[in-house]
């Protein structure tokens, strides 16, 4: 029984949830007034400000298909984290790991669009980082979906676009090991002491968009493996839920 | 009579205010958890999140010194704008306009500052644009000095420091010369618009810390000078007010 | 029976091999005379060269700390690929991917490394492709294991280290969807035109480091990622069963 | 009485100047041979060459627009000053200072070109101090000045351009408190001890193109502005009796 | 007699060899796939992989010309040397010697071509070296000399050129005197040792193309360098004949 | 004889000179104020500015080892040429031909010093091109070793140094074969039109330190090599002589 199950994992987290319990999510769009999109998205204390932005070009390697593109870039402000951290325009150079991220949302976001029918214009995905509590790549993938959907819906209204290019939702949550136990949505204290963890990227229709499972502390079983999936595949369909609430127009507070 | 100066003039700003009228300010603290001072301050639709952050180390030119240091850096998010702009740190660096802009603020906060009292520790005042309609460096300076307040309130909380090493508030204001007209703190559309555009920083105590003046369409003449500059006293007073409120504890929205 | 179903899926894979065949592999130790490790790795056509440097340092984050550090650095050659690219030394900066790549194989080196047991010192693996075919990160990584390994017996030889630091040996390899069928260590034909493309790094416990499912071209589901898993275990265990024999002295050619 | 009062006063400064005396000044015209116009500028012991180049392309946001632009690069070779300053072609980024004073001179030069008489074409100065003693930036945009003209006259003599586009001459000095006293161009000793430091830019036809007023030791009040004003408005005439003086042939040393 | 000679001198060099002796020259063709031409050519211990790449562009200053353009680059890998050295790509920047190296291989390639016959298309040499031990710049030359053979043969099979564009072939080595003794093709053990380092160009018709020489520790008089020269001609010579019988399809190893 | 070969020759020089005669070479002393050496050379209209800064520090290869070290670096003010060059501040990096000029610059000066009688400091010989008209390099060698040799004076008056770490002199100069004939010191209408182009750095003993010939047009044999040299030994000679005369106190016009 999930009630007896979950009462007892709940004393494993800190912060009193259960093992398979999203922190409190909340999705405002409109967040900001000249983007096509703007979305302010928390995942407990972590909050991420989405905006998409909607340009009549497309990168060179697009140039002429007809084809449109779909992009990301992540920053995090320099105090959003415990201690502060160099900006990067400062230091000349994005890291390593913004690149990484930023590559994939934009992966994430382009899975659930048809570039053909979006033309040749890019939507361009900014995902800056306010606060930082663990989890920022997943809140920003979810809170881009909602901002994407904002401004397409936008290009519909405005008769620039005829049908939607958008294919399905798209969400993500990580995943790890804590101690010992699998749980879902793991906030920076679990995040920094977590033996495995794994950010999953699925569908509204339930399928993997991508997996990346990395062992950080001890290398991690198939069995492990597959209890993370199924509670990454708990937590996406809950947080597609919360899009599909916050895009009909109700707060999701 | 100021009144019905205010009331004829008024009719001349596009958003109906009177050439000698502030936009709506709103100075939120502890907007964002980690930093030891953080304030999203809003002068309209202007929005910039300033945090104060606390290292016990100093610049080299500082070390062993005896005093610490004051600084500032500014950013503006890629679609804090009407059309996206690009990502500094995509780009590999900092605008000229940046540069320019975080001197400045780094600038205003040291005249207020006694560096010996703060010790050998840096204040970086981060001031991040998450929604630009004209005045970000203004908004800026005036909502860093709430949060410097705030993180020197902390260090003399925690038995840190002593006394305090702010000497004075400091806020700042642009006024310009918009159609003919000198009007008070302009909004994007005036600012794109305006001959003579000056941004001007001073203390509680009535004295000026910088004056900046720049005639973008007509030069300008000293008395158009004189009248812009009677113009930002009467704005920074109430700014500095709108600081005291702010910091005894008021919400100031 | 595997048999029939490999002969029967054997015709779908250009080049001949069964779904779930690896390239032919070789292994050189000793190419290069300068670097403690240095090993040619050869996964069909893809040819790179790793090579491990010992020195006697360690990153700032790990001063004092009695730990070492194992990282790792990625490049190709201008012309290791079908038509030639630009050179990033010349471009000023290594590309996302270059960077997403090394990151994977530094990762995948320290999960097996006790890095304790390594003392203050940093083991470096340079891995540069020298002819690009699909399949270059895991490779690298294969290889890097045995550079790697060879770095630390001289260490041992030379009595530097007086127990070995590597805890398993560690090997990885690509899997992916190709027209439907989950296949084995993707050239860069099948790699161009798969739905879906898996990197999977395990140790020789049959434990994962890393995995890292993308959806190309369509999503894919839980039963695939099955699929892919159980093709990728098969894989590794007979790159680690190379490794092995490589280091045992034998030319895995 | 002026006389007492600089009698009074010159005892104040320590090269024996009366506050309201100007350094001597030297222009040169045609000191290389290459450019359009070519001008070393010397106020006392600064020294900065100024070159003005004309070429036939623009920006890309004047492309198109029927106008010209006018731009500003400054420079200061690695031992114009007492200890050698690091060459920021060698650092690979021009300081944040040298974007600010190129910006300046761009501005106050533009303020007096009609760009659309000026045609398609870029007009750029290049200052380069070549011996810096304080004020290189009032000296840049003086000298600036008449390279500028000079590259105009030949556009003309050449039948390039029907009509002049410079609307205005265009002269800069600093003024500044030193202990206490108002004075007119610091140099070097004046402008490190100084509490207050202003750089002002005026047209030949008495109006303000830019006041850029820092407070650097002490903030400065209303009355302290005024007499500074004053100051600058006197020397600025003075410059500009000097640049037509120049421009007139006449030698100016 | 010369066999007198190399006998005694001979007892000179720390690896038997004659002073008037090359190292062991092998050149390997195709030794990777994709590229026009790709060469591994060893110099002894030196060995750098040379490719030559066709591309249907040229740079700006040749748009338009009807002529083609003849580049290179050079690069080392990181632990190509007896000690790390950090990677270009990751610094961000190609040190001054790599620069210099390349210009040098680019300018000595396009000696021997006759950019009209080659069209408007561009030739690149990427010279990596694999393992250093000195002389890479001439084995690098003289290795892209038939890197180069082969693409234009390859241009030709394919009819894409009517006749070749090479004048004549190209060659490098270096000479320079060691201990009071000149020597040809110096190793790195000599190199390091030199008094005088000398490289020299050479076609196969015997005229120089580029002169080096740098006094490392002591000048050199007119005599000394009369005797580098002709040591210079002599391994030139051997060269050229090493790459000719290379190209007539005979392993040279 | 000499007088007919030259009145024959000299009917070939554009600007009138014989085939081994220097252009019109000016030196003057303590050309700006702060350096501790500055000298402006002019060879013909070639003009360049060469100071000396010496301070209390080596780079990192040379601490602790009782040496000095003695480096250049070059830079061209962006319109000492013919058409405006992009500022390499600007454009955030230094040419690869930047940088091989200041190496062989660094190199010359460095070949006649005796590193451990400067002791532990650095020697920085800056060389900036007010207006270019060909031989800059050689220029600024010739140059830069008169601003080297009043610093090291000035250190020994100052009692600093005991005894000076110069060697011997050190001069430079171009010598190439224009339209058949080799000329001595090529001016930039030579230059562009010569066929090799060879630059000679030479002791004032008459031992070479650097030579670099180049086949521009086309290559050169060793007869054109040996008449270049007498002509670039000849030149030298002069200016060494002028050096001398200018170290004297003579003024050099």
Chains 1, 2, 3, 4, 5, 6 share one sequence.
């Not at 790991?97 to 053909?116: H, K, M, P, Y």
């Not at 294919?167 to 204290?189: C, K, R, T, W």
Request: include cysteine; aromatic fraction near 4%.
């Amino acid at each position: 029984m999930t009630d007896s199950l979950s009462s007892d994992a709940g004393s494993l987290r800190h912060d009193g949830r259960r093992p398979d319990q999203l922190r409190h999510v909340r999705i405002t769009r409109h967040y900001t007034k000249h983007a096509e999109g703007s979305v302010l998205i928390e995942f407990g204390d972590t909050r991420v400000l989405c905006t998409a932005s909607v340009e009549d070009k497309v990168p060179p390697h697009q140039k002429g298909s007809g084809e449109g593109w779909v992009t990301a870039e992540y920053g995090m402000l320099p105090r959003a984290t415990h201690t502060r951290s160099a900006r990067e325009a400062a230091k000349g150079k994005q890291s390593g790991r913004t690149q990484e991220i930023q590559r994939l949302i934009g992966r994430s976001l382009r899975a659930v669009f048809d570039l053909r029918a979006l033309g040749e214009r890019t939507l361009t995905l900014d995902c800056d980082v306010l606060q930082a509590d663990g989890g920022t790549r997943t809140a920003a993938i979810t809170g881009a979906f909602v901002a994407a959907q904002d401004a397409v819906h936008r290009l519909l209204a405005e008769g620039v676009l005829e049908r939607s290019p958008v294919l399905h939702p798209v969400a993500a949550v990580s995943v790890g090991i804590v101690q010992g136990v699998p749980v879902l949505d793991l906030d920076y204290v679990e995040d920094s002491g977590c033996d495995t963890d794994m950010n999953v990227v699925m569908t509204g229709a339930g399928h993997y968009v991508e997996v990346q499972g990395t062992a950080e502390g001890a290398t991690f079983s198939r069995d492990e493996m597959n209890q993370l999936l199924v509670l990454a595949e708990k937590g996406i369909a809950e947080l597609i839920g919360l899009q599909r609430a916050a895009l009909a127009g109700a707060d999701v507070r």
